[in-house]
């Protein structure tokens, strides 16, 4: 099915085009890593997400809005992510995707969907997931330097402390054990980060 046959289904609302939407975004949205801790801190279920977007492209005609450029699929998910971003009940009073007239604009043309670019929560677990990697690889490489900078770094012990503790020669030593593991874990974390993981 392209993403014109599809389209024309949903806005048709026939069960095979929205039985897609289920399938392909609004579930695999939900359970993603980004999205699924936020919805569960925010009481919200794939079935909110469904019953938003139904609304919001049928009820509201946003389906009008898609012009074929990019994939339909990535079109709908940015919506439903949109949902999950902003279902924080901090935020004030009731969350409308529509957008407001634009601040400002002399003409009160709304504003475009302002979709967030960037999740914070997802990028703390992405550095977090990236850090585990290249400690991985630094054990793999020279266990001592992984743990002269695990002791120097997560338990703040200083290079005397960690050269009893590790029965290393000299202070010296234990300070430039550190330094390599160090420059290993920079450079590898931009490799990885270069070649995505």
């Known amino acids: 099915m392209t993403d014109q046959e599809w389209y024309a289904l949903v806005k048709a609302g026939e069960d095979a085009g929205w039985k897609r939407v289920w399938e ?10 980004r999205s699924a801790e936020m919805m569960k801190r925010y009481s919200l279920t794939a079935g909110d997400l469904m019953g938003m977007l139904y609304e919001d492209m049928l009820g509201r005609r946003k389906i009008d809005l898609y012009r074929g450029e990019g994939s339909f699929q990535g079109w709908l998910r940015a919506y439903v992510r949109g949902y999950v971003l902003n279902a924080d009940p901090n935020k004030h009073g009731e969350i409308s995707l529509e957008g407001a007239a634009a601040a400002g604009a002399e003409d009160g043309a709304a504003a475009a969907l302002d979709i967030p670019q960037q ?4 990028a703390r677990n992405e550095i977090w997931s990236m850090t585990h990697l290249c400690f991985r690889d630094l054990w793999n490489q020279d266990p ?24 290393v020669s000299s202070v010296g030593n234990v300070d430039q054990l550190f330094s390599r593991a160090v420059k290993f874990m920079r450079q590898d974390y931009a490799r990885r980060d270069k070649n995505g993981y």
């Open 24 to 33: 392909d975004v609004v579930e695999p949205e939900s359970t993603s890593l």
């Open 119 to 122: 999740d914070l929560g997802l």
């Open 144 to 167: 001592e330097r992984a743990l002269v900078l695990i002791l120097k770094t997560r338990f703040h012990l200083t290079s005397e402390e960690t050269k009893e503790m590790l029965e």
